[in-house]
């Protein structure tokens, strides 16, 4: 009997939760919206910043919850927008179809990765990501024929479902907008789930886990598929958002613009990965005059994680939240 | 051709060696991992640059400075920044984080300060080439693979016979033993990231006139460093040599005879394959969980 | 239920487990001790996966299991708790415990992503069978601190929580009354009985020779990797060699 209550009142503040949400980024979009219908270059910053969420989600689920790091998830961003832009624009593929064929194609190369990563320990595993991250940047940079090398490739088309070409960033901002918020949706549901629980049971401790049944290597496998098919689905669109890409996109530093806009916004956290890349994106375009100084940037933000804000912006939030929830309590008692 | 070549392939492979080799003594001595021995690499040759060309001070003079900066420097981020993490409860990943973003306050000061083109590292000999048995060598290249072995001995005799290296080699082996004996734990590791990054930078002074000196000449040579490191057997420091000339010769060799292009796409195609079929190296080192 | 056959077990030059042969019947409580280092947990180890034996076999239920990897030896039916207290440690009680119904349940990546109906259905299992294991073992108001937050008693019995959690036909579990106080052990020896009601085998590492000597039915006693003794606890007690391992007979403190 009393187990059915607490189900019950579970239920109920999790329903109110998730109403709250949803209402919030309801009033949150359709303010955006109103705003930016006026505003061509708000819209395309909105654009990435949609775009760099859906990456850093992907790594969310790798770094955050399985405990597997990647300093090298430039490279699944890489082969998502190669892969959409060669199959588009050389073999004619319509762009739809090349967008989830890019995404594929980083997922079934995370996998390749997974199989010898499952293994490693953190420090090799450090080094295995960068050595891949570097050979895809290489193999692109100076693989001439099929991706014009170091000069990058223009003119890529823009993507058209039903007839209808997304060709304004306005457009694209809504399309992005409605995968974000399926993407977190997703990830809230994944994490809430059977999988999720063997994902952080690994990342806390993978020897317990294995002992509770889990198969370790298959989940570790499994979070680098959805990782790099997200980081992929990310950079098709990015191709296609753009239309231009070239190497320089995809460097190392990239791959660690990712990784401070998961730590900064804060680690497994549901909306840590988007609250990281807006704020990382807003400060980028803010400080387009100073960009010389873009990398000590991140990097301080990174060591301001390490050092003052173990759990990113969500965590500043969450001790507000606890703070006042004491207040609260304090006066009802 | 081929002894030019081999000369080359010793140099690079020694420049690579040495780098591998701080982060094998980084390894040893404290189980940690800093991913900014590339980016000590290039301070070390800009710092040397600045000293020889612009302060007019003797080579010699100019690497010595270089190297006691360069040991102080990296003495510091672990006694400082690194240390400092680990205290508050920071996993290993952190501290590779921490140190990805040294490198990058490292790059981007080294272009605020001596801005982002390619600087020339004048010559230190006066003749462009040594005549040796027949074969045009230019002599920098002969430097830097002296510089190298010379450090690589000096460094294997401190460890073995003075009394700092014994207890460093006691501390890596066993903390508490050691602290027990007296040794002054912390200082064995601080001066381990000390000389790793005193030896990356000397090299980078050694190789400044030869390649130049710009801010991203580390990052590529510290990834090469790393990979020789693995393959040799992470932690060995001599298994880091070997490594670390492997990779010389194959990207000297697959650039002279297969394709210059994908030389680097190569070596790390190398190196993930090693990871893969043989994780420990060629003498093991605990890598698998 | 699960049988021992010349079980060894050799790391290096140093021989672990020597050649140790053992029953165990289904339903009964079967206790496992020795002086530190006599390689029971070793002993342990090898039956739930951890290690491969050398030479010799473990048979569970007529089927050899040597060498099997962990998980999928919980999944045949044999769970397992841990001398160092190996629980996640961010996750909730309740959350912890779900995780030990990994074996029982089958919803995939595309379940929980569409959230079908299945999933659903069994994700409602999970969390009331969890629940009333919390019950079981009296944590139930504790179902949603984090596992860090417990005493250590309480994380002991989170522990054989998890354990219960997927089922076992047989529950290993490894020194559980290491760091509890002459309360918690008395409660704890009710606990394991009371599990051993619910038709699970056990089989208990233990230090504490009056807990062991009082719940279980048969004792087995290694030192330096071999069996010295087999037997009910009384014949044990009297046992000579097994007084001589423990120097002298402390085994009624």
Not at chain 2, 138 to 152: D, K, Q, W
Not at chain 3, 40 to 66: C, D, M, R, W
Not at chain 3, 117 to 124: A, D, I, R
Request: proline share 2%; charged share 15%.
């Amino acid at each position: 009997m009393e187990s059915i209550n607490v189900n019950r009142r579970k239920t109920i503040i999790n329903t109110i939760k998730e109403k709250r949400f949803l209402i919030i980024t309801l009033f949150i979009i359709s303010a955006i919206i109103a705003y930016m219908l006026r505003e061509r270059y708000l819209a395309l910053i909105l654009c990435f910043i949609c775009i760099n969420s859906i990456a850093v989600s992907g790594l969310d689920i790798l770094f955050g919850y399985t405990g597997q790091v990647s300093f090298g998830h430039a490279a699944y961003y890489a082969i998502g927008a190669y892969t959409s832009t060669l199959l588009s624009l050389k073999v004619g593929i319509p762009v739809f179809f090349t967008i989830i064929l890019g995404a594929l194609l980083a997922m079934l190369f995370g996998i390749i990765i997974a199989f010898p990563a499952s293994k490693l320990v953190k420090h090799f595993l450090s080094l295995l990501t960068i050595a891949f991250g570097q050979m895809v940047y290489m193999f692109i940079s100076v693989t001439d024929k099929l991706t014009n090398g170091f000069s990058g490739i223009i003119g890529i088309p823009n993507l058209k479902i039903f007839g209808y070409t997304f060709s304004s960033n306005q457009s694209y901002f809504f399309l992005f907008l409605a995968i974000v918020l399926l993407v977190l949706l997703g990830k809230k549901r994944l994490i809430n789930s059977r999988v999720g629980r063997a994902f952080i049971a690994i990342r806390e401790n993978p020897h317990a886990a294995a002992g509770m049944g889990i198969n370790v290597r298959y989940y570790k496998i499994m979070a680098f598929a959805i990782s790099a098919f997200l980081t992929g689905l990310a950079g098709a669109f990015y191709a296609h958002l753009v239309g231009f890409i070239s190497p320089d996109s995809f460097t190392n530093a990239q791959s660690n613009i990712f990784m401070t806009m998961l730590l900064f916004g804060g680690i497994a956290s549901l909306v840590g990965p988007t609250i990281g890349a807006a704020i990382l994106v807003v400060i980028t375009e803010i400080m387009q005059s100073f960009v010389s100084y873009q990398m000590l940037i991140y990097a301080l933000f990174i060591l301001a994680v390490l050092f003052y804000l173990p759990n990113g912006v969500v965590g500043i939030f969450d001790n507000i939240k606890q703070i006042v929830a004491r207040r609260f309590r304090k006066k009802v008692d | 051709m081929l002894i030019q070549l081999i000369i080359g392939a010793l140099m690079i492979g020694s420049v690579y060696g040495l780098v591998g080799l701080g982060y094998g003594l980084i390894y040893k001595a404290s189980g940690l991992m800093s991913l900014a021995q590339g980016d000590m690499l290039m301070i070390g040759a800009f710092l040397g640059m600045t000293f020889y060309k612009y302060l007019g001070l003797p080579f010699i003079v100019s690497l010595l400075l270089t190297m006691f900066i360069m040991f102080m420097l990296g003495m510091f981020i672990e006694r400082i920044l690194v240390t400092k993490l680990l205290a508050k409860g920071a996993q290993t990943v952190y501290v590779i984080l921490c140190t990805i973003s040294i490198s990058m306050i490292l790059q981007n000061g080294a272009m605020l300060t001596w801005g982002s083109n390619v600087m020339q590292f004048p010559s230190v000999f006066k003749t462009n080439t040594v005549n040796i048995f027949g074969y045009e060598i230019i002599p920098e290249n002969l430097l830097a693979l002296g510089v190298g072995i010379f450090c690589m001995l000096a460094l294997h005799l401190f460890m073995t016979k003075s009394k700092f290296g014994t207890s460093m080699r006691a501390a890596a082996q066993d903390e508490l033993a050691a602290s027990a004996l007296g040794i002054n734990v912390p200082a064995t590791k601080g001066a381990a990231w000390g000389i790793a990054s005193m030896l990356a930078g000397g090299i980078g002074v050694v190789i400044g006139p030869i390649f130049g000196v710009y801010t991203s000449m580390g990052a590529m040579i510290g990834q090469k460093a790393f990979a020789g490191a693995v393959v040799g057997g992470y932690g060995n420091m001599y298994g880091a040599i070997i490594g670390g000339m492997f990779f010389g010769f194959v990207e000297t060799f697959v650039s002279a005879y297969l394709t210059s292009s994908y030389k680097d796409f190569i070596s790390f195609g190398i190196l993930i394959i090693v990871m893969i079929f043989m994780p420990t190296g060629l003498f093991r080192e605990e890598v698998m969980e | 239920m699960l049988k021992l056959n010349d079980v060894t077990i050799k790391f290096g030059g140093l021989t672990a487990v020597n050649q140790v042969s053992a029953e165990i019947a289904k339903g009964s409580i079967f206790g496992l001790i020795g002086p530190n280092g006599a390689g029971k947990t070793t002993l342990f180890n090898i039956i739930s996966g951890v290690y491969a034996p050398t030479s010799g076999s473990v048979i569970f239920n007529g089927k050899e299991i040597q060498g099997t990897a962990p998980y999928k030896i919980n999944q045949l039916g044999i769970s397992r708790t841990y001398q160092n207290i190996n629980l996640f440690k961010k996750m909730s009680v309740l959350e912890n415990v779900k995780v030990g119904c990994h074996s029982i349940s089958n919803a995939g990546l595309f379940d929980a992503i569409l959230r079908t109906k299945n999933q659903k259905k069994e994700e409602k299992l999970i969390e009331e069978k969890s629940l009333e294991i919390l019950e079981f073992m009296d944590l139930k108001d504790k179902a949603y601190y984090k596992a860090s937050n417990l005493s250590y008693g309480e994380q002991r019995r989170l522990e054989i929580s998890r354990a219960l959690a997927s089922d076992p036909q047989l529950i290993l579990l490894d020194e559980p009354a290491a760091g509890m106080n002459g309360r918690e052990k008395e409660e704890l020896s009710e606990t394991i009985r009371k599990i051993n009601e619910r038709g699970i085998t056990v089989l208990l590492v233990e230090h504490d020779m009056k807990l062991v000597m009082n719940v279980t039915d048969i004792i087995c006693v290694l030192n330096y990797g071999k069996k010295i003794a087999l037997g009910e606890p009384a014949y044990i007690q009297s046992h000579p060699d097994v007084i001589e391992a423990y120097l002298g007979g402390d085994l009624n403190d």
